[in-house]
């Protein structure tokens, strides 16, 4: 069985500041999406990365795959309130996985004005 | 275009009760998954569809639980009879599965309380 384990669980930080989540397995991904949802929503899709060592950047946040596919990031730089919410990275194994996607447990990101 | 509609969006019912829970994926994807979601164990697959054909059902919780697809914009969860450990957010997340996996969009969720 496939797991993601992301960290930390709970980050509660003030505007402004910077920050880095982190979802790590045993296992190699073909690729690798994060979601952020809402309170009272469903999670929706901020980025996938594919390839081993790709960066991506979308305005504040910068996400990256580590080069063994392993593993991944999300940075935010200058956290704004706008930004709260459940941070969650999913896996796509490939092969027969027929698209199931493994689900890290989530990041509860509170950020203070 | 709609996204993944949900219904209903709440439902509190009493142990014992049946529910059923509606969704309609976006026009055009492949792939249909149903997720619970609790603050315990997180967001867990139960089943999902490509074709409206069940690939993988290894995640629902008991023979309680069931699905179905009958066609390309329409699918269902039953909970028979149901009981409080099943109160949680269900969502359904369409897809056009492609070998990058697919990206999930998800309904709004359906928040199902158990009494």
């Known amino acids: 069985t496939q797991l993601l384990e992301q960290s930390p669980q709970f980050l509660s930080i003030q505007e402004g500041e910077n920050l880095t989540v982190y979802c790590n397995s045993s296992s190699v991904f073909s690729s690798l999406q994060w979601y952020r949802q809402e309170p009272g929503e469903g999670p929706v899709l901020l980025v996938t990365?594919?390839?081993?060592?790709e960066v991506k950047k979308l305005k504040r946040l910068t996400f990256q795959f580590g080069d063994a596919r392993k593993d991944s990031s999300l940075h935010i730089t200058a956290a704004q309130p706008g930004d709260t919410g459940l941070y969650l990275c999913a896996g796509y194994a490939g092969g027969t996985s027929y698209g199931k996607l493994t689900f890290g447990q989530g990041t509860i990101l509170t950020v203070h004005p | 275009d709609a996204g993944v509609i949900q219904s209903p969006r709440h439902e509190v019912t009493e142990m014992g009760q049946e529910v059923t829970l509606r969704c309609k994926p976006i026009?055009?994807?492949?792939?249909l998954f149903w997720y619970r979601q609790t603050m315990m164990r997180g967001l867990e697959l139960l089943i999902y569809?490509?074709?409206?054909?069940?690939?993988?059902d290894s995640g629902m919780p008991e023979d309680r639980f069931s699905a179905k697809m009958p066609n390309a914009s329409f699918s269902t969860l039953k909970i028979q009879p149901s009981e409080p450990r099943d109160s949680a957010v269900y969502f359904c997340a369409s897809s056009l599965v492609s070998s990058g996996g697919g990206s999930r969009y998800f309904g709004p969720g359906t928040r199902l309380l158990v009494l």
């Open positions: 990365v594919v390839t081993g060592g």
């Open positions: 569809f490509n074709n409206n054909v069940p690939i993988d």
């Open positions: 026009s055009g994807h492949n792939s």
